[in-house]
């Protein structure tokens, strides 16, 4: 329907080209919107205003000849010029009633599109070091990646869900070191508090992994030479952190497509090949960078010696980028020089990634290494979350009765379960902090917008089954074929608005990258289904069953079953369940 309107509206454009040059212009440029007031009317476009000055008119002038050419369409009911020169129109109920029908015969395809063109993705999310439990912050960004990820699938994307192993370097030294001072621990040796430095782990998780190693190897490992013993530690402490990471994330309904290991890169070399391909290319060199402003000398990338230096500055960075020290040590950085090479050498071209708020300082240096080590034909798309402020009837909660330090991912998704923890990560946008208290994200209330949405999808359920009491079972073939003239109220045509833009939704959503706007159409499609349900209790005309005519009860059960379609699609993308029945 919208793409028959907007090839009318450009046919208007075109019409009066003659004194401008409109090449290039397609039906997708053609903006289509709802008006923030239902008074201007149904629908608006603001193609005048876009085209005008192409076409050396004042906008009204367009305007006048676009409403001209949209009031011979059949669909369109009335239009009009607003303002300096939108657009306003209305269409007729039987155009909205085909929009009932598609919806139905299409299904979940009805939000499809391909605007990916099959092309391959990779989205990055979670990643977390493997040296303790994922944590709340985890749960924010494992649940934002995941539904992108859906969202990309959705127009049309080949999506590869990936997870980062940060498996090297001293943090990971340090949860080896505190799990094998727990293992001698076990084994009744005395150990002195100065072993226990700040920077070891003491979480309940390391003596749980101290235990297993235990009885894996038995007592005879301290016995082993020393640096032996630490690389036996940490092979064994991250392969035990992984699993309780995938569990976890399992129970949030989150499953990667791949793991892929640091030092596995590193160990086919990939950091030197980077460096190789960006020395080709002159992007090398040795220098001294001017010390960061704010920060103590010690930063990882900054020494007053020397060091090898990435030119990041010749691909949009703020300051070149220290890939050795002086002491021949790889940087952080060069591994992520050589990790985002693998993605390049595995075919991927588009990329995203989703890191926490506090890795500001690294989306233009990735960004520029991408460009650099691709020659620009890749590019990465970086999402930076805020935090989760977890509450407790309107009380901060800081501590974690079972980690000792923080609340973790698992103790969330066990107290208020999978559902509500998901649609509470995308809720708001990411750059958002979010405000998740205990008590009101499961209240069984309509200010909870997750509950008002279930609600909705569930009590369409319920009428359906109170119907099939009545006339028996209604299949999809005969709610997408009756007729439906008789859906013409106020009520029903805002809610299939609420439908038609669904597509236009899906898509906004991925492209721009942002999943709370798909939650915010969800709840608008809510409001719309109760808000006509609550106009049935007083009108009884717009009941959904009339037990005197199964002609109607058909005709507005099948604008409940598009509504549930769309429901269903938007809750399986967002990964939660949609509940049939809610007690």
Not at 85 to 111: C, K, M
Not at 334 to 359: C, E, P, Q, T
Not at 379 to 400: C, H, T, W
Not at 475 to 480: H, N, Q
Request: proline fraction near 3%; aromatic fraction near 8%.
């Amino acid at each position: 329907m919208f793409q028959s309107i907007r090839v009318c509206i450009l046919d208007a454009i075109r019409s009066a080209s003659d004194l401008g040059d409109i090449a290039g212009v397609s039906e997708e440029s053609i903006s289509i919107e709802q008006p923030r007031e239902k008074v201007l009317g149904e629908l608006a476009t603001n193609a005048a205003m876009v085209f005008a000055e192409r076409l050396r008119m004042t906008p009204r002038a367009l305007a006048e000849n676009i409403c001209e050419a949209l009031n011979k369409h059949l669909d369109v009911r009335q239009s009009e010029v607003a303002g300096p020169g939108f657009v306003n129109f209305s269409l007729n109920a039987s155009a909205w009633q085909r929009v009932v029908a598609a919806v139905i015969e299409t299904g979940d395809n009805y939000g499809k599109t391909n605007i990916g063109n099959n092309t391959s993705v990779n989205v990055e999310f979670v990643s977390a070091n493997p040296t303790g439990p994922l944590h709340t912050g985890h749960a924010r960004n494992a649940v934002f990646g995941s539904v992108v990820a859906s969202l990309m699938e959705k127009i049309g994307y080949k999506v590869t869900r990936e997870f980062y192993i940060n498996d090297r370097g001293n943090q990971i030294t340090l949860l080896a070191q505190s799990v094998l001072l727990r293992y001698k621990e076990l084994l009744g040796e005395s150990l002195q508090a100065s072993e226990f430095t700040e920077d070891m782990y003491s979480g309940e998780y390391v003596k749980e992994i101290a235990r297993e190693l235990l009885q894996n190897h038995g007592g005879g490992l301290l016995s082993t030479p020393n640096e032996e013993l630490l690389e036996l530690a940490r092979k064994f402490s991250v392969a035990k952190m992984l699993k309780k990471i995938k569990e976890d994330l399992r129970s949030l309904g989150v499953v990667m497509d791949k793991y892929t290991s640091e030092t596995e890169v590193c160990d086919r070399d990939m950091v030197e090949e980077a460096v190789k391909i960006l020395a080709k290319r002159g992007d090398v060199y040795e220098g001294v960078l001017p010390k960061p402003k704010g920060k103590v000398s010690t930063e990882d990338d900054w020494e007053e010696r020397p060091q090898t230096l990435f030119r990041s500055t010749k691909y949009g960075d703020d300051v070149d980028r220290t890939i050795k020290k002086s002491d021949g040590s790889w940087t952080y950085f060069a591994g992520d020089l050589a990790y985002h090479l693998d993605k390049i050498k595995r075919g991927y071209k588009a990329m995203i990634a989703v890191l926490g708020a506090d890795h500001n300082g690294y989306v233009k240096r990735l960004k520029a290494a991408v460009s650099a080590l691709s020659e620009s034909e890749a590019a990465i798309d970086i999402r930076l979350y805020q935090l989760v402020n977890f509450l407790e009837d309107g009380k901060p909660i800081r501590m974690s009765k079972r980690s000792g330090n923080f609340i973790t991912l698992r103790e969330v998704v066990d107290k208020v379960g999978k559902d509500v923890t998901r649609f509470m990560m995308i809720s708001r946008h990411h750059d958002v902090m979010i405000d998740f208290d205990f008590a009101k994200v499961v209240e069984c209330s309509m200010k909870n917008p997750l509950f008002y949405i279930q609600y909705a999808y569930a009590r369409i359920c319920s009428v359906f089954r109170h119907s099939e009491t009545i006339f028996g079972p209604i299949d999809r073939e005969e709610l997408a074929s009756c007729d439906k003239s008789v859906i013409t109220d106020e009520a029903e045509i805002s809610l299939i608005e609420a439908l038609a833009f669904w597509p236009d939704a899906v898509g906004a959503a991925a492209v721009a990258i942002e999943p709370h706007r798909l939650a915010k159409s969800m709840r608008e499609i809510a409001s719309c289904f109760h808000f006509l349900w609550n106009r049935g209790k007083t009108n009884t005309e717009l009941r959904f069953i009339d037990k005197d005519s199964r002609a109607n009860t058909v005709a507005r059960l099948s604008l409940l079953e598009a509504t549930r379609c769309i429901l269903e699609d938007g809750l399986n993308i967002m990964g939660i369940t949609p509940l049939t029945e809610m007690t």
